[in-house]
T-cell receptor
């Protein structure tokens, strides 16, 4: 049981490039989330999904897109990367059975230069 | 939308000291989360509590629903407790299916 896995761990992008951050969970959780963490700030919700085929915007969705074609996978797409997207990105999942305890992936550190 | 405030932002203490980290939130919720982020960056859930007190080893979390306030205590602190401790609450009243609002974290350093 690997929990929540994210790839890559680190990435450097040039301004204007695009990339996809991968997130997979093997706990059969319906709810999945993408957060970003900037220095000195709390984690901010980018997008979330309550099940396959359903996604919704969080607090800071601009510049990002998501899809949820399966229960296991929740990729985050960055189009036209900007320096403001330099951050650490965490994927998380939780069961829909009451407690909403969140399980986090190890994070992806992204630098846009 | 919930607002979450934590204090202190930074705390340095000597090994063995009793540690208290405070968290307040603005909207009534069903459960409050305490998380730990290690220097390597990984985030793990420590506690979720909706009332009273929970204990896990040397860590104790309490919550006062009426005052919208929670505390995380560490007894007999040890250098391995050095980490960032994060308080989080559901974005809106309810369980948090649509995500959490996080405090900025408390950076704790325990010196030998």
């Amino acid at each position: 049981n690997a929990g929540v896995t994210q790839t890559p761990k680190f990435r450097i992008l040039k301004i204007g490039q695009s990339m996809t951050l991968q997130c997979t969970q093997d706990m059969n959780h319906n709810y999945m989330y993408w957060y970003r963490q900037d220095p000195g700030m709390g984690l901010k919700l980018i997008y979330y999904s309550v099940g396959a085929g359903i996604t919704d915007k969080g607090e800071v969705p601009n510049g990002y897109n998501v899809s949820r074609s399966t229960t296991e996978d929740f990729p985050l797409r960055l189009e036209l990367a900007a320096p403001s997207q330099t951050s650490v990105y965490f994927c998380a999942s939780t069961s829909d059975r009451g407690t909403y305890e969140q399980y986090f992936g190890p994070g992806t550190r992204l630098t846009v230069t | 939308k919930n607002e979450v405030e934590q204090s202190p932002q930074n705390l340095t203490a000597q090994e063995g000291e009793f540690i208290t980290i405070n968290c307040s939130y603005s909207v009534g919720i069903s459960a409050l989360h305490w998380l730990q982020q290690h220097p390597g960056g990984g985030i793990v859930s420590l506690f979720m509590l909706s009332s009273g007190k929970k204990k896990h080893g040397r860590l104790i979390a309490t919550i006062n629903i009426q005052e919208k306030h929670s505390s995380l205590h560490i007894t007999a602190s040890h250098p391995r407790d050095s980490a960032v401790y994060i308080c989080a609450a559901p974005k809106y009243s309810g369980g948090g299916a649509d995500g959490l609002t996080f405090g900025k974290g408390t950076h704790l350093i325990i010196q030998p």
